[in-house]
């Protein structure tokens, strides 16, 4: 049986019989006026962040879900876009497509303004999506792509990148290791399906999704998830793992490389009102304005006694150049 497989065997049992914060983090869902979760999407809440960002979801976006869990966040988006199919979920294991269902139509009882046609559940996998080219606003994902080993994941970053129209956004929401996860954890199937050994370190889990394709990506929040502790998991030290919201925008990729946002600004503390790098960047004397992680490092080099660089705060949502 192949590391997939047994990923799909144990999400077909955590589809039967709900497991509680098993698989991952139990964190409260996002709430927003007027919608009411039901009570068992609530317990399949196998989510390790959000990939819902409610000041991003004007317009009625066509949301692509992959890996649809309870339907926690299809309901969320689906919230959004109020249209018959706007919110296309996938997911191979049939258990889990039958409780999204049934966790949907109780949903539909529970809030007037849902409509289960809102949600288009589909057979379907991260390495093969039902659906063309270019062809959805936004594919989200959360807590899956960890469990892929790392050549697949580029595979279903691909994937991903080949269905979004020009400009759309890829959001995720994984854990991260803050050091390589040893060999004997990453080989463990059951601890790779119940996402605790196959996430990779922060910097590679970047460098993926910009080797898929895309230009820029934003860093959301950043948290702890998980302690694996010496003993248990046979390890010198304990080994920490965090949670990390993203959004990856289907963009060029700029020639001197892709734009990371990770929250740094840069604060210009010469004597002229402001200052202006001839690249873009213009930085007004005394005000921080927010910069990649690219042209934080640039212009530290560039004037480090007049440019002061922030530390990045994991919370970037918008604003700024690059
Ligand atoms: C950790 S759960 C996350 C569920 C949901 N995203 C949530 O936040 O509650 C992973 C989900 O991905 C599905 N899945 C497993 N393998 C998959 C694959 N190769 N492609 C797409 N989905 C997959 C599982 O059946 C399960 O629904």
Same mark, same amino acid.
């Given at each position: 049986m192949s590391y997939l497989e047994t990923a799909a065997q144990f999400y077909s049992e955590v589809a039967q019989t709900p497991q509680v914060g098993l698989c991952c983090v139990q964190s409260t869902p996002l709430q927003l006026p007027g919608l009411n979760i039901p009570s068992k999407m609530q317990e399949m809440n196998y989510g390790c962040g959000t990939t819902v960002h409610p000041t991003e979801l004007g317009n009625q976006p066509t949301v692509l879900y992959v890996g649809v869990g309870g339907g926690l966040e299809a309901l969320q988006f689906a919230y959004f876009? &109020? &249209?018959?199919?706007a919110v296309i979920a996938v997911d191979p294991v049939l258990e889990m497509r039958q409780a999204a269902a049934r966790n949907l139509e109780i949903a539909a009882k529970e809030n007037?303004?849902?409509?289960?046609?809102f949600v288009e559940i589909r057979e379907g996998d991260a390495f093969n999506l039902p659906v063309p080219d270019d062809s959805v606003d936004i594919v989200a994902q959360n807590c899956l792509f960890n469990i892929f080993e790392p050549e697949d994941l580029t595979r279903a970053l691909q994937e991903a990148y080949r269905v979004l129209k020009p400009g759309g956004r890829l959001q995720m929401s994984d854990p991260i290791a803050t050091r390589p996860i040893p060999e004997h954890l990453r080989k463990d199937e059951q601890l790779r399906a119940m996402c605790l050994s196959g996430a990779l370190p922060y910097e590679e889990y970047i460098q993926r999704i910009i080797s898929a394709g895309f230009g820029q990506v934003e860093i959301r929040d950043r948290r702890p998830y998980r302690l694996l502790d010496s003993q248990t998991y046979n390890l010198q030290e304990n080994l920490l793992l965090e949670s990390l919201d993203s959004v990856a925008f289907k963009v060029i990729i700029p020639e001197d490389g892709a734009c990371v946002f990770t929250g740094k600004t840069a604060i210009y503390a010469g004597s002229e009102p402001f200052f202006d790098d001839e690249a873009g960047h213009v930085l007004p004397r005394g005000i921080p304005a927010s910069v990649c992680d690219k042209t934080a490092a640039k212009l530290a080099d560039f004037m480090p006694d007049k440019i002061m660089i922030t530390d990045s705060t994991w919370h970037y949502n918008g604003g700024g150049c690059c």
């Open positions: 876009s &109020r &249209r018959p199919g007037p303004w849902f409509d289960t046609s």
